[in-house]
């Protein structure tokens, strides 16, 4: 059982990082390249908007979790582990913490953006100085929302090898008939999300100033 916990918040750890690395730029992106945005790009926002997060967002996990597996071996050496697991994990879950982002970025206000280029703020200035802050509560609530999708998402990543409490679950609670140790699983799933969940609210209330 502890191992298995430490495979799942190893999973969930490595996974959330590289989402916030490579999704929020991409949700910054999706936002500044749109019609109507600080640097409209057409082809560039129909790229990453129309073809890879779309695409990749209306696969289901399961299917792209299994799909992935050749390029996670690529990438780890392996199929079997947490490690491993991180990539289809990663892949998955950009694109719906990119859309996420980009919605938090619509919602701040375009009064504000306004005055800092009537100030001469360059667009990066204004993504740093104002949008990224000003938006700073939706994206602490899209990375809380993004991180309880992960739990579940490791629960599935270990019926194909990744080990965590998935695997606990499907090895010795459903195979096994052991009532107990799915019970057990499922309790640690819900306290692990409700411990994500309220440190998540914890950070909102923190950074949130309005």
């Known amino acids: ?3 298995a916990i430490l495979e799942t918040l190893q999973m969930v750890g490595i996974s959330g ?4 690395l490579v999704g929020l730029p991409l949700g910054i992106v999706l936002h500044t390249s749109a019609p109507g945005g600080l640097t409209p790009v057409r082809w560039l926002n129909g790229i990453l908007s129309g073809v890879i997060v779309n695409i ?10 299994v799909s992935l597996i050749p390029l996670a071996v690529l990438i780890t050496g392996t199929s079997l582990g947490p490690i491993s697991a991180s990539v289809a994990l990663t892949i998955g879950t950009v694109p719906f913490f990119a859309r ?3 919605t938090s970025l619509r919602e701040v206000d375009s009064g504000k ?3 800092a280029m009537v100030m001469g703020s360059t667009r990066l200035q204004i993504i740093r100085k104002v949008m990224l802050p000003e938006a700073l509560p939706g994206l602490v609530a899209a990375l809380t929302t993004t991180m309880v999708t992960l739990v579940g998402y490791s629960a599935m990543a270990g019926l194909i090898g990744g080990g ?3 695997k606990l679950a499907y090895s010795y609670g459903f195979q096994r008939f052991d009532t107990t140790v ?26 949130d100033h309005r």
């Open 1 to 3: 059982m502890p191992e």
């Open 17 to 20: 990082l590289f989402v916030v």
């Open 56 to 65: 990749i967002r209306s696969i289901p996990y399961a299917i792209l979790m």
């Open 100 to 102: 996420l982002v980009e």
């Open 113 to 115: 953006i306004d005055a």
């Open 164 to 166: 965590g409490l998935g």
């Open 182 to 207: 799915m019970v057990v699983t499922l309790v640690l799933m819900v306290v692990l999300v409700q411990l994500i969940q309220i440190v998540g609210d914890l950070v909102i209330r923190r950074v």
